[in-house]
């Protein structure tokens, strides 16, 4: 009896620690997370359904929501192309140079979007290093769609190769490999054995880079202009209202961005929960 | 086919993963690579199936250069060590995958391949398990998925990596028989790769050894086991116990045991010997040279039993291996004292503490055969 006893007060400080661990994590996704999401829609409804349709459908608005769908069907598709590619030459070859390819990927993690931003100002830009050559020939890329393109693509350019190289590193290349002597050309490789095998961490990592493609503010903004109605995508739009104290436009857009947001984290969590078996099979040691 | 493989070296950052290698495939046969690992014959097997290539040497296939042709258009059949299984493939496309990827003028009909996938399944006992996924099979399952898939494109040689590494000792040995019963059916060029000189030997018609990029030495089991060509060969085949013989005057002798004879006619002062384990006779009658050793220990390993001898003479501990009902019909205890003597030896002359001279090797046995 006294063993049980014994044994039944030595958990106790254990499961003390668990709940506490459980409250800590809540207390900060509350405070951190959701208290501010919902101050979102709070204050964008704050006046009621009625200005907030309004704040939404201005010109400008719709104008704003327009850009940041467009730079990111380029710049999302682009990445792909970029991440596997990146993804490939790190995890199947061996070269000289690969571990500073590597560090090149992360980058812009490590950078501040600002300066991202101020680098093309410097290529591109009227007194930059090809600006007087592209105005000359008639192109605009700073303070115009292109330079908005550009300064999001450097920006996510790690999403979708970060997603990848892990996963491609772990399953090897032996299956390919077993392809490739079965008799599969090179794209019969890449499209009947590579893909499927990565197609779920390529979801992830498109999910991702379009969230960011969309939300950036920083780089963006360096390279905007801010000139409503031509480059100012959402975030940027948001900022604006808000220093021009509409506070219910400016949150009305960011509830729209939020909500992109949600519906990335409702997708992602909807293909776990129904492909959840596969997924797993799909992960390194599952096989 | 005859595949010719001549002076073929490939080297990586960090080592020469094929140093010379020299070697000819003939049609029909079972071949081993055998060796311990980086020894090279992976490589070996990854440049035969178009994975890899040499820096120097040539392939040829009937005379024609094999290195030109990629590994798709070699039409080879290869089994990874790890299987390499499509994963997000049932069973069933799995093996139809080769047919499947052909250019449409080559591609059989859907009927054709769906008949050869099930007869190829019917063949690897695993009929019922067509619609399964390979995360769904065990692992001697899933290695017959992997056969049945190199076997479907209906190859001109199988390629196989360590075929049974990744199996309990159990499933080894049943796949293994079953192997060699498939391959004497399709009459199929065979390599293998295999560090396990077991598998090597009972399986094959002829083993390569190789060690560190080399091949040691070429031939049947019964060669390879019985006249190892260097002393690599000696003691990564099979058990063997090692010594040294000094030359005494004009004799060799180790410890006041003396092979008769002298083929080198005394051009070396020093040998090492190979002696196997069964090739050790435990009670040499007093008339002939022998050492006199302790039975130290006896381990029964089923049929066999292991002695463990302990010679004074050489200062180290010998092993002998007998049938284990031998042990009782001799009175055989621990700590007895027994005469043992060679019964045949592998010598290879030695100047001072150098290299060995492998081309000068004395494969010795006793002159008059004494039952043991």
Known sequence: MSGRKRSRSARWPRRLAHVALILLALAFLVAFLLLPLATVFAEAFREGLTPYLEAIRQPEARSAIRLTLLVAVIAVPLNVVFGIAAAWAMTRFEFRGKTLLGAFIDLPFSVSPVISGLVYVLLFGAQGWFGPWMEAHGIKVIYAVPGLVLATIFITLPFVARELIPLMEAQGSEEEEAARVLGASGWQMFFRVTLPNIRWALLYGVLLCNARAMGEFGAVSVVSGHIRGLTTTMPLEVEMRYNEYDYVGAFAVASLLALLALLTLAVKTLLEWRYGDEIAAHAPGGH | ?372
């Open chain 2, 1 to 372: 086919m005859t595949l010719e493989l001549s002076h073929l070296n490939r080297r990586f950052a960090e080592y020469q993963a094929l140093d010379d290698v020299s070697l000819s495939i003939a049609p029909g046969e079972f071949l081993a690579l055998l060796g311990p690992s980086g020894s090279g014959k992976t490589t070996l097997l990854r440049i035969l199936a178009g994975l890899d290539y040499p820096d120097t040497g040539s392939v040829l296939k009937d005379g024609k250069d094999f290195l030109a042709t990629t590994a798709r258009e070699r039409n080879i059949g290869m089994v990874f060590q790890h299987y390499a299984l499509f994963r997000h493939l049932t069973v069933l496309e799995n093996i139809a995958f080769g047919l499947r990827v052909r250019p449409w003028r080559k591609r059989p009909s859907r009927a054709v391949i769906r008949e050869r996938v099930e007869r190829l399944l019917k063949r690897v006992q695993l009929d019922d398990l067509g619609r399964r996924y390979p995360a769904q099979l065990s692992g001697g399952q899933r290695q017959r998925v992997a056969l049945a898939r190199a076997l479907a494109v209906e190859p001109d040689m199988l390629l196989l990596d360590e075929p049974f590494g990744a199996l309990d000792a159990q499933v080894r040995v049943t796949l293994r028989r079953w192997l060699r019963e498939l391959h004497e059916e399709l009459e199929l060029t065979t390599v293998f790769v295999t560090h396990d000189q077991e598998e090597a030997l009972e399986l094959a018609d002829r083993v390569a050894v190789m060690n560190n990029g080399r091949v040691e030495q070429v031939g049947s089991p019964e060669v390879i086991y019985q006249q190892p060509a260097t002393p690599f060969v000696c003691e990564f085949i099979g058990k063997v116990n090692r010594f040294l013989v000094r030359r005494n005057g004009d004799r060799l002798s180790a410890g006041g045991w003396m092979p008769d004879g002298d083929p080198w006619q005394g051009r070396f002062t020093e040998a090492v010997a190979y002696v196997r384990p069964e090739q050790l006779r435990l009670a040499v009658p007093s008339s002939q040279p022998a050492w006199e050793a302790k039975l130290r220990h006896i381990y029964l390993a089923g049929s066999v039993a292991h002695l463990e001898l302990h010679v004074d003479a050489l200062d180290q501990t010998l092993e002998a291996d007998i049938a284990s009902e031998d042990l009782s019909r001799r009175g055989l205890h621990a700590g007895m004292e027994l005469r043992v003597a060679p019964r045949s030896a592998v010598l290879f002359p030695r100047e001072g503490q150098g290299a060995t001279l492998n081309q000068e090797r004395w494969i010795w046995h006793a002159r008059s055969p004494v039952p043991a």
